[in-house]
């Protein structure tokens, strides 16, 4: 049997043994010899060490196998002196002396666990340490890097040098010089939490505030791997008593778990097993759902999305009523609603372990609690602190956010610690421990739990717990240890019946599982997996990682390829969580396979990318860009690594750019996008090349208008000669924007009626609803008003997705401003600003706050559009260009003018005309804007100027609703300046818009500041 073992090497070779063999007789050589290699024997043996073959005047032996030990790069050296002293010696009876050169080196090596004597390891490590050997001066000692490291403490060195090794380039060295006192070392039961009352009066104050302002807290919690940070969190929580508590872990290996946690706290929070069929987990979820929310429709929309996050029901469900845009919102949306029910009467903790691991999907949605949530909702992360560089900005600029580092044990308290957990007998070895553990209370457990396995002193601290864990892995009896290798391909959890699956023997597999709880490797747990096995876990992820590092590649192949297989048959009801898992068992079945160059690897890259592109595309179906473009390159590199053609790789790269440029708007993902579709352009019309066209144009309207024009005709055309409605009718409504942003309403509302009808509310809701709302947005700007809202109405049942229900609220919120109903215009507005913010969409808080802005302003409530205005000014600077707050500022610029702050006002009208896109609309409210803070400042001369020239410019399109609301405001601005007379033939002008029956309370508004004209001009002339 063969596996991936730390180990260290020794070569020792013998100097000027052509001039030895020379002088004496070989019968004497071979004798002295003899006895020599006997001697490097007894003396490489009685130090641990296994030689695996003497060669001509040298030797080679191994540490670490077949049994590894946590000091085998210390005792490879003190064996090297050892050897030099022994071999300086004359050997009796014979006047022949020796001296010798020694490399010794430690690394990853592929090793036969079983007693051989041939071909024992082999490995770059091995090479290296042959290399360092033969570099080595007579009587010296060259060690590598990691043997260095691993000895430094215990062994005095000289500076390093480098050396030159053939094949290897140059290698550094460091030269032995002579061995330390060698301490005796220890291990560890299991460590109490000690030195934490800082930390815990944190959390506590964090927990007091959650509960005394209702509101969510986010607390994170970072410290090295074993520094405590689990135990710090199980303290709190049996300290204060919390009375709700959920907990969800993320782990390190593959992405199909991106979403693992949120599944935990839904599964545990409707008390739903992991055996449970799925018919009863949607009992179980339905029953607490129904419990919760006390809206009936409320209660089972959020069911249907809580089914897909907690694993039991896929999201196609969902793809009827929401766009592919929007899931990821709608799920964001549903865990929200639940955790506030939850919260509602009393307070929930949320604790996501090993944060670090965590995907960007999972932190934006923690993100999206942190921030939207309602409720006393503690949210405690636990990380190691490379997250910082993972997610430099979590937790930034936020005032409900605090960060909490875990640093190492002081000394006394490292003591304390240690003196607890050793058990009697071994009270010699408490300061070495305590020295060496560096007040990591899981450095020190290990170390105290290899004593008491092994029995055996230990020499020194491992650069990683590689060492340490490898020691008592190998400490084990070897069929425990086999069922922890198997049991590590699964992760951090696994299953009985899956290892039985993989190859572990189904008789003895009890015995095995209750020996690795007793060395407490594993811990059982309440749950069973999803074939219905008991579920066990490693007690520590870094024990799962060195048993799954331990197996051989090959071997790991065959056990990934195995798990994918067992997965797809006992998981029938698949989310996007479980597709990625499969698949990614699957992907790396074939990377392992193609490593080593196994007969099987392009039977399992074929299964791999057929996984794969599933996964990938419901990622994508899901609106999660940054998953989907990550599954669609991993799909690309399995297809380039097994030669697929150029036709196969064309969707999963059309897919990975097009996520790519959804999530960052680059010129450089433009580009990307732009090369797939030259090539999907070859390959003829598809609905890929048709999409790629869309989102092309899409993402370039201000650089080239031409162009981009050309682009949505194009994917028309496509799609048009593809014959599918539904493909053609996103085609047409993409193609009416071009006309939409230049002002051409006639040419865009011929394009959606086109699209409308190739539409039915049965089979296209999602599409027909987008389609319905942008042509009421081109009856309102035409000043078709009730038209406008006939479209609206029509929309609302089929608007049921999140981005759906925001678009119909701002129409509605549109239409009332329009027709100067303001106080039914703020309802519809509210509740677009937060159906925004529930999507997160920065873009979308700007538009809908600015238009909230405007009709709380027009009011008379300027500081609740101040407060508006300036809180999505907040979060879309944070998270946005500049280009997305552009109306916002026009806004805050006419608020300005309500509170008398002029000067402010022209720096909000500065940075609204340096962020304004080009087209006509953006162009003529800068300039209204700019021209209504002249007259503000009694510049009329000026305002009338700025008010032609946006005139000028709407005039030139079919923009009629903005300017006649421009004309009403030049109106205002005239007869606040008591220029009566220049503002009744501008009124007159505007009047004549608004001919809907619709439109009334602003055909009243006009005609009383006509009357009160006339009633100023009639004083006039009397005076």
């Not at 077949?66 to 000091?71: A, I, N, V």
């Not at 990691?146 to 500076?159: K, N, V």
């Not at 957990?421 to 010699?428: I, Q, R, T």
């Not at 899981?442 to 491992?462: C, D």
Request: charged share 25%; aromatic share 4%; proline share 4%.
């Amino acid at each position: 049997m063969e596996e991936r073992k730390f180990a260290t090497v020794v070569f020792a070779d013998f100097v000027e043994s052509t001039a030895i063999a020379g002088a004496y007789d070989p019968e004497v050589v071979r004798a002295a010899y003899g006895a020599i290699f006997s001697r490097m024997r007894d003396i490489l043996e009685a130090h641990g060490g296994t030689v695996e073959k003497f060669i001509g005047d040298a030797v080679m032996a191994v540490f670490g196998v077949p049994t590894s030990h946590e000091d085998d790069a210390l005792r490879a050296v003190r064996a090297a002196f050892a050897l030099r002293e022994d071999t300086s010696r004359r050997i009796a009876g014979s006047s022949i002396r020796v001296t010798l050169r020694v490399g010794v080196n430690t690394g990853e090596v592929v090793a036969a666990t079983s007693v051989r004597r041939d071909f024992l390891v082999t490995g770059q490590a091995v090479n290296v340490g042959f290399r360092l050997q033969s570099a080595a001066q007579p009587g010296q000692i060259l060690v590598g890097d990691l043997t260095h490291e691993l000895t430094a403490s215990q062994i005095e060195y000289a500076p390093k040098i480098a050396v030159a090794a053939k094949g290897l380039g140059t290698v550094n060295a460091w030269a032995a010089l002579d061995a330390r006192h060698e301490p005796v070392a220890p291990a560890v039961r299991s460590a109490a939490l000690v030195d934490r009352e800082s930390e815990m009066g944190v959390l506590a104050a964090a927990y007091a505030r959650v509960r005394a302002e209702r509101r969510p807290c986010l607390v994170t919690v970072y410290g090295a791997a074993g520094v405590g940070k689990t135990r710090l969190a199980d303290e709190f929580v049996a300290r204060e008593r919390l009375p709700l508590v959920r907990r969800g872990r993320c782990v390190a290996y593959g992405e199909g778990a991106t979403l693992a946690p949120l599944q935990s706290i839904v599964r545990a929070d409707a008390s739903i097993g992991r055996a449970d069929r799925v018919e009863d987990g949607l009992r179980k979820l339905r029953t607490t759902c129904e419990a919760l929310f006390r809206d009936a429709q409320e209660s089972e929309r959020a069911l249907a999305r809580l089914s897909v996050l907690a694993g039991l029901a896929p999201v196609e469900i969902l793809q009827a009523e929401v766009p592919e845009e929007s899931i990821a919102q709608e799920l964001d949306w549903s865990l929200r609603r639940y955790v506030e029910e939850r919260a509602a009467d009393g307070t929930l903790t949320l604790i996501f372990e090993d944060a670090h691991w965590a995907e960007p999907t999972l932190l934006d949605t923690i993100e999206h609690l942190a921030d939207w949530a309602r409720g006393a909702i503690l949210i405690l992360c636990l990380a190691r602190p490379e997250f910082v560089a993972k997610r430099p900005s979590w937790g930034a600029g936020r005032p409900n956010s605090v960060t909490l580092s875990l640093g190492p044990l002081e000394s006394d308290d490292a003591r304390d610690l240690v003196s607890s957990l050793l058990p009697s007998g071994h009270a010699a070895a408490l300061d070495d421990i305590v020295r060496r553990s560096e007040g990591n209370p899981f450095y020190a457990e290990e170390l105290v739990r290899l004593l008491i396995a092994t029995g055996e002193p230990m020499s020194t601290v491992p650069a990683t717990l590689h060492g340490l864990i490898a020691a008592r892995l190998d400490a084990v009896e070897p069929g425990v240890k086999a069922l922890l290798q198997r049991a590590s391909v699964v992760g951090r959890v696994f299953w009985t019946d899956v290892l039985g699956e993989l190859g572990e023997d189904r008789v003895t597999m009890r015995a095995q599982l209750l020996a690795a709880m007793r060395h407490d490797f594993v811990v059982e747990l309440p749950t069973r997996g999803p074939g219905g096995g008991w579920a066990y876990r490693f007690t520590h992820g870094l024990t799962r990682d060195v048993s799954y590092a331990s197996v051989s590649k090959a071997e790991r192949s065959t056990l990934h390829d195995r798990l994918s297989r067992w997965l797809e048959r006992v998981v029938p009801t698949r989310g996007i969580d479980d597709l990625e898992t499969i698949a990614s068992h699957a992907e790396r079945a074939y990377g392992l396979a193609s490593e080593v160059g196994s007969p099987q690897m392009d039977a399992l890259g074929r299964r791999a990318l057929e996984l794969l592109v599933v996964a990938a595309r419901a990622a994508d179906a899901q609106g999660d860009l940054r998953r989907a473009e990550t599954l669609f390159q991993r799909v690309l590199t399995i297809a380039r690594g097994t030669h697929a053609g150029a036709a196969a790789m064309l969707e999963p790269r059309a897919h990975a750019a097009i996520a790519r440029l959804r999530r960052d708007s680059s010129a450089d993902a433009l580009a990307d996008v732009r090369r797939v579709l030259d090539d999907a352009r070859a390959s003829g019309p598809s609905e890929i090349l048709a999409t790629l066209l869309r989102w092309s144009a899409m993402y370039a309207p201000y650089a080239s208008p031409q162009e981009t024009a050309s682009l949505y005709d194009e994917a028309a055309d496509v799609a048009r000669s593809l014959g599918d409605a539904s493909i053609l009718a996103r085609s047409l409504r993409a193609s009416a924007r071009p006309a939409f942003a230049s002002g051409q309403l006639t040419v865009a509302r011929r394009l959606l009626v086109e699209a409308r009808d190739l539409t039915t509310a049965s089979e296209h809701r999602v599409i027909r609803a987008r389609i319905l709302l942008d042509l009421a947005s081109s009856s309102l700007d035409q000043g078709s008003f009730t038209a406008a809202k006939a479209e609206i109405d029509e929309a609302l049942p089929l608007a049921q997705d999140l981005v759906g229900r925001v678009i119909a609220h701002r129409r509605h919120a549109q239409l009332w401003q329009a027709i100067g109903d303001d106080e039914r215009a703020v309802a519809p507005a509210e509740a677009a600003v937060a159906g925004a913010r529930e999507i997160g969409s920065p873009w979308g808080i700007a538009d809908a706050a600015a238009l909230l802005g405007a009709i709380l302003r027009e009011r008379g409530d300027a500081s609740g559009s101040r407060k508006v205005l300036d809180e999505a000014t907040l979060y879309a600077t944070a998270r946005a260009p500049a280009a997305a707050l552009w109306r916002v500022h026009c806004e805050l610029a006419l608020t300005a003018i309500a509170d008398g702050r002029i000067d402010e006002a022209r720096d909000r009208c500065a940075a609204a005309e340096r962020s304004r896109p080009a087209e006509p609309a953006a162009v003529a409210m800068v300039t209204a804007t700019q021209g209504l803070v002249a007259a503000a400042a009694g510049d009329l001369r000026d305002a009338n100027r700025l008010f032609k020239s946006a005139t000028v410019t709407l005039e030139a399109t079919e923009l009629a609703l903005q300017l006649a609301s421009m004309r009403l405001d030049h109106a205002r601005a005239l007869i606040a300046a008591r220029r009566v007379d220049d503002a009744v033939p501008i009124l007159r002008r505007a009047r004549t818009f608004y001919a809907d029956p619709l439109a009334r309370p602003r055909l009243d508004e006009i005609d009383a500041l006509l009357a009160n004209a006339s009633a100023d001009a009639r004083r006039a002339v009397a005076d």
